[in-house]
């Protein structure tokens, strides 16, 4: 008799084990049948289906993009570049997937949308209280986008944190500074509830990484806060095109301009001094 371990397998000549005492650990761990039991369409349309499971997609990218991105911003506070480097990079690969989830939806006519549009009532993607977290961390703060949460005091309390701490930009700013960068006191020091705006101290900051050695890693931070700009912005206009081509220059379902108020969205700069930092180099 062989004293050798029986793998798992090895009694079903090769296929997996699928005896458990409960559910399988796959339903324990994933909790697949929570997720498949939260789609309630309310119309008999079929497009509505994939627009509800898509923007439940939506919602999980956010909730990983916003984990990275204040993973990232620990790492920043510590100094500890190399492991925000890697949270930065894994929020850019969610981030890129969570684009891509526009493409159920990029093609809906106007006559598809409209067979399930009424049901929605006045939700809308605005009110998405981790999209607002995502916003904030980007720094695009504002304290009325947050009043959509007043009636649910733990999701406005995490808002109002969210709004009053430093957003991802101004770790990094905060980290040039620490690396000997001229990063003025007056932009670290700013009222971080407030909107970021750009400044030439900034910029110039950002010129002299560019201009120094491409071997150096805050060249590197650079670059990939420069993939993370670009993918929000395609964010934005995937959006605006989606929404333009199912609906023109209707209202929007929760009362917003539609359209017109996504179009100033998508006009709102990202990390700009790193793009304007380019024409100095």
Do not use: C
Not at 213 to 225: F, H, I, N, R, Y
Request: glycine content about 4%; cysteine-free; overall charge negative.
């Amino acid at each position: 008799m062989s004293n050798t371990p029986q793998r798992p397998d090895d009694a079903n000549e090769g296929d997996p084990d699928l005896t458990y005492a409960g559910p399988p650990p796959y339903e324990a761990y994933v909790h697949a049948s929570l997720l498949n039991s939260l789609q309630k369409p309310l119309s008999d349309a079929p497009e509505e289906m994939s627009f509800l499971i898509t923007t439940q997609v939506m919602e999980l990218w956010f909730t990983l993009t916003v984990h990275e991105w204040r993973a990232a911003q620990v790492a920043l506070r510590a100094d500890d570049l190399p492991t925000a480097l890697d949270a930065l990079r894994r929020s850019l690969h969610a981030h890129r997937a969570l684009n891509d989830s526009w493409r159920p939806l990029a093609a809906l006519t106007p006559a598809q949308f409209n067979r399930f549009r009424s049901v929605l009532g006045t939700a809308s993607g605005f009110q998405s209280a981790m999209y607002r977290h995502m916003e904030f961390l980007l720094g695009d703060k504002s304290r009325s986008l947050m009043q959509a949460h007043r009636n649910n005091p733990e999701t406005y309390a995490e808002l109002e944190r969210s709004l009053s701490e430093p957003s991802l930009y101004d770790d990094v700013l905060a980290h040039l500074r620490r690396r000997g960068l001229p990063v003025p006191d007056h932009v670290l020091q700013r009222d971080v509830t407030k909107p970021y705006t750009a400044t030439p101290d900034v910029e110039e900051a950002w010129r002299q990484v560019y201009a120094g050695s491409q071997e150096d890693a805050l060249v590197t931070l650079g670059e990939v806060l420069t993939d993370l700009a670009e993918s929000v912005l395609r964010w934005r206009t995937d959006h605006l095109l989606a929404t333009r081509r199912a609906m023109g220059a209707k209202t929007g379902s929760g009362g917003s301009p539609g359209v017109a108020w996504l179009e100033k969205r998508t006009a709102r700069p990202v990390f700009p001094e790193i793009w304007s930092a380019r024409s100095h180099v």
